[in-house]
């Protein structure tokens, strides 16, 4: 499989956690903390989408941060969305533990849907697929 189409599949998957965030903020009580690890998803998934557009093995890491300084060697743009990225960070692995976080807001919710469709519209101004 080329890594033309193995970057399809990243983006793909990061679209299919993207409509999950989305839909689960239609319901009366959303799970806010679940809106949120889909959008840590989202940004996850489209950098490793890049990384594997660009050759790259992506790394079996879930640090936003550390994903888009691994893009940023491929171009040096990515490095205008670490301080947006680094606020889904904690939702890759914190929120699905009890306890472990604070409580989520509607607003953060919100703002991490908004941030992970700016990732997403980032990374496709920057291939061509």
Not at 17 to 27: G, P, V
Not at 75 to 88: P, Q
Not at 102 to 120: L, P, Q, T, Y
Request: glycine share 4%; net charge negative; aromatic share 10%.
């Amino acid at each position: 499989m080329k890594n033309r189409d193995v970057a399809k599949l990243w983006f793909e998957k990061a679209e299919n956690d993207l409509i999950s965030a989305e839909y689960l903020m239609t319901m009366k009580n959303p799970p806010l903390d679940i809106v949120c690890y889909h959008c840590q998803q989202t940004a996850e998934k489209y950098l490793k989408g890049f990384l594997a557009y660009n050759d790259i093995e992506p790394p079996h890491i879930h640090d936003i941060k550390l994903l888009i300084i691994e893009c940023s060697k491929i171009k040096e743009n990515f490095s205008d969305i670490v301080d947006i990225g680094a606020f889904l960070n904690p939702y890759a692995v914190t929120v699905r533990y009890p306890g472990e976080t604070e409580e989520i807001s509607g607003a953060d919710a919100i703002e991490a849907i908004d941030i992970s469709k700016r990732i997403k519209k980032f990374i496709l101004k920057n291939i061509k697929i």
